[in-house]
């Protein structure tokens, strides 16, 4: 059986395959790689990252986000947000971006996977997943990216922050705060913050 046809029958459709993973099948991996993607057997979605299509109802399944991320970095720890995430604060954010920030601590850039785009940032802490305090701590270090007006999202947060559990706000603000955003919470709050 030709090294090809033997790494076809090992894919799973629907599962995602580094480069790596593949090569002790072939002693000419990138060859073989280049075939199988060619005749549609094998997709390529990203550097050293491989798909094996699954077709479903509609069309070709496209990969999940999750996973996607998760094979690219080799890592699990990572968390996702979309600057359209902000509007369920109510603080008068109402754009839609097609736009996907993946904190990390492995790769910084914009990588094109399974084409899509998304937004690597290193950061060296962020929570496990968002809560609403953590989420408005993240708009807050994102507010100048945002094609709302800064000033009227301030004050509408301004006018909601008892909304917000204080604790848990100045707690995120200390772990994940920029120094803007832990000055404007201070501001906003007064001088009696524990991360003071």
């Known amino acids: 059986m030709l090294k090809k046809e033997f790494i076809k029958n090992k894919l799973v459709p629907g599962t995602l395959y580094r480069r790596s993973e593949l090569e002790e099948f072939s002693t000419s991996i990138d ?3 280049g075939q199988l993607v060619k005749e ?3 997709k390529k979605v990203g550097p050293g990252l491989y798909l094996r299509p699954e077709m479903i109802v509609f069309g070709e399944k496209v990969a999940d986000t999750k ?3 998760r ?7 990572f968390l996702t947000v979309s600057f359209s995430s ?17 904190y990390n601590h492995k790769r910084h850039g914009e990588f094109k996977l399974d084409n899509r785009f998304f937004e690597f940032r290193m950061k060296s802490a962020f929570p496990a997943q968002f809560s609403k305090e ?3 701590v993240d708009m807050l270090n994102n507010i100048s990216e945002l094609a709302e007006d800064q000033e009227r999202i301030v004050q509408i947060l301004k006018s909601k922050l008892s909304s917000f559990n204080r604790q848990s706000l100045e707690n995120a603000v200390k772990l994940y ?3 803007k955003t832990k000055k404007l919470i201070k501001i906003l709050y007064g001088k009696n ?4």
């Open 31 to 33: 060859r073989h790689l």
């Open 40 to 42: 549609g057997t094998l």
């Open 67 to 69: 996973e996607l991320i």
């Open 71 to 77: 094979a690219f970095l080799k890592d699990d720890r």
């Open 86 to 102: 902000y509007n369920a604060l109510g603080l008068g954010t109402t754009q839609l971006y097609n736009h996907m920030i993946v």
């Open 134 to 136: 953590s989420l408005l």
């Open 177 to 179: 705060g920029k120094v």
């Open 193 to 196: 913050l524990l991360y003071a």
